[in-house]
Structure formats: structure tokens, C-alpha cells
């Protein structure tokens, strides 16, 4: 024991700076960490955003016998898809990959199973921003285009 602290006291100038490094630099990295994960967050809500905003405006053409689609419109839909595979949760991605699926499987467009599948969708999107939750897919279902215009 007394070795030990021999050598302790033979390197206390080491231990104190290297002491000293560890206060400035844990800090420093934490707040760095807390910055990236904010960012990230910001980006996946914008991703989001973009994604259900895409979505709904091409709903509402639908549902006024209007045109959907076209190079622009592709192109659009595109992008916003891209930022759910950059910025999306895994959960996220799977539920959305389900919902087209079951659409390019011949799901009927509208029926409750595409309804149900989309408000799996928008709940895993609010799990992803805000966390744990209590809502479920029936308490969103008001918020649904499917189910209101």
C-alpha cells in the first residue's frame, strides 16, 4: 500500500492535470452530444413534417378526381421519402413499409386495413419525436386523412 502511494505522489502532477483534462473535456463532449442529438431531432421532425405534408396534399388531389403525379410531383414525393429513410426511427421505416405492401400486394386503397396500417404509421412518426406515449392508434384516428377529409 505504501508503494502505491509513493507512486501516487511521484506522478501527482500527471494525476491532477489529467484530472483537470477529464473537467473541460467531459463537459465539452456532453454538450456536444446534447447539441447533435437536438439537430437530429430537429431533422426528423422537418422530415416528418415534409413527409405528411407531401402525403396529404396528394390525398386531397385524389380526393377531388385531380391529377397526381407528374415529374415534380415524383420528384417531391421522392425527396420526402429519402428524408424518412435518413432521419425516419426503425420503427418508423417498418411501419411504412408495411402500409406500401399492402398497397403494392393490391390492398384495397381506403379499406380499414390501409386505414389501420396508416394510423400505425402517424403514431410510430409521434412515438419517434416525443417519445413514450399513451396514445394509440384509435385515439389518433380523428387525425387520419383516411378517416376524415
Not at 456532453?30 to 447539441?35: L, M, S
Not at 431533422?43 to 407531401?54: G, N, V
Request: no cysteine; charged share 30%.
Amino acid at each position: 500500500m505504501d508503494t502505491f502511494i509513493n507512486l501516487l505522489l511521484q506522478f501527482k502532477e500527471i494525476i491532477v492535470a489529467l484530472i483537470a483534462v477529464f473537467g473541460v473535456v467531459l463537459p465539452y463532449l456532453g454538450q456536444r452530444n446534447k447539441e447533435h442529438k437536438l439537430k437530429l431531432a430537429e431533422q426528423k421532425i422537418a422530415a416528418y413534417s415534409e413527409f405528411l405534408r407531401d402525403f396529404t396534399e396528394t390525398v386531397v388531389l385524389i380526393q377531388h378526381d385531380k391529377k397526381v403525379g407528374g415529374k415534380d410531383a415524383d420528384r417531391q414525393r421522392m425527396l420526402a421519402r429519402n428524408q424518412i429513410l435518413l432521419y425516419g426511427s426503425d420503427n418508423v421505416i417498418k411501419a411504412y413499409d408495411k402500409l406500401v405492401k399492402f398497397t403494392d400486394d393490391g390492398g384495397e386503397a381506403g379499406s380499414s386495413e390501409e386505414v389501420a396500417l396508416f394510423g400505425n404509421l402517424l403514431l410510430k412518426i409521434r412515438q419517434d419525436i416525443v417519445g413514450k406515449t399513451k396514445v394509440t392508434v384509435d385515439d389518433i384516428s380523428n387525425l387520419n386523412p383516411f378517416n376524415r377529409g
